[in-house]
């Protein structure tokens, strides 16, 4: 049971190119989350599904797209990075609309 | 207007002192859930408790507790007998929305506890 798993740990872009941080759990939970982290800001919410095929906007969407076509992988992907999308990002699952979120270890991005 | 509200950016606690970490929310939802998270240097977050609207009792979980105060919307979090071990970044969370399939969680900006020996 490996739980939420975050691909790369690291990742340094040069400003305009594009990636994809993977994010997958085996725990067939139905919600799951990314969130960007930087000093001070605490856990900002970028992305959200509820499950397969829907997702919705949070609260600093822009610059970043996602999809959930099946329920395991939720992936977030940066169409052309910017200095201001350094930073933590971390994606998180939960079971039921009670439950906390089982968060993955997350990816260190830096934009050049 | 911020969900979650966390006013304390930093606290320094006397080891095994109890401490209590403030938050305040806003929601409009009837359901809703308050979470605290713990995150040590080393990044990762780890789950401490949780708090129902809906639940008349606070929750414990061993030497974590939460003062739920429905009506002034507060959440704060109580460590009794405070270990060197504690010192991190604590979230405040909040979900709301799960009853019309807007399910989402918004997180405080955190505060970080320091113990001192």
């Known amino acids: 049971n490996a739980g939420v798993t975050q691909t790369p740990k690291f990742q340094v872009l040069k400003t305009g190119q594009s990636m994809t941080l993977q994010c997958a759990q085996d725990?067939?939970?139905?919600?799951m989350s990314w969130y960007r982290q930087d000093p001070g800001m605490g856990l900002r919410l970028i992305h959200y599904?509820?499950?397969?095929?829907?997702?919705d906007q949070g609260e600093v969407p822009n610059g970043y797209n996602v999809s959930r076509s099946t329920t395991e992988d939720f992936p977030l992907r940066l169409l052309s990075a910017a200095p201001s999308q350094t930073s933590v990002y971390f994606c998180a699952s939960s079971w039921t609309g009670e439950d906390g979120y089982t968060f993955g270890s997350g990816t260190r991005l830096t934009v050049v | 207007a911020q969900k979650i509200t966390q006013t304390q950016p930093g606290m320094f606690v006397q080891e095994k002192e109890a401490v209590t970490l403030d938050c305040t929310y806003d929601t409009s939802d009837q359901s809703y859930g308050l979470f605290w998270y713990k995150q040590p240097s080393s990044g990762e977050m780890i789950f401490l408790i949780y708090?129902?609207?809906?639940?008349?009792q606070n929750a414990t979980e061993g030497r974590y507790s939460l003062n739920f105060q429905k009506a002034r919307k507060s959440a704060n979090l109580v460590i009794s007998a405070s270990q060197l071990g504690d010192s991190a970044m604590y979230f405040c969370a909040m979900r709301e929305g799960w009853q019309n399939r807007d399910d989402k969680i918004i997180f405080g900006k955190g505060t970080r506890l320091h113990i001192l020996p």
């Open positions: 599904s509820v499950g397969a095929g829907i997702t």
């Open positions: 725990m067939n939970h139905e919600y």
């Open positions: 708090q129902g609207s809906y639940d008349e």
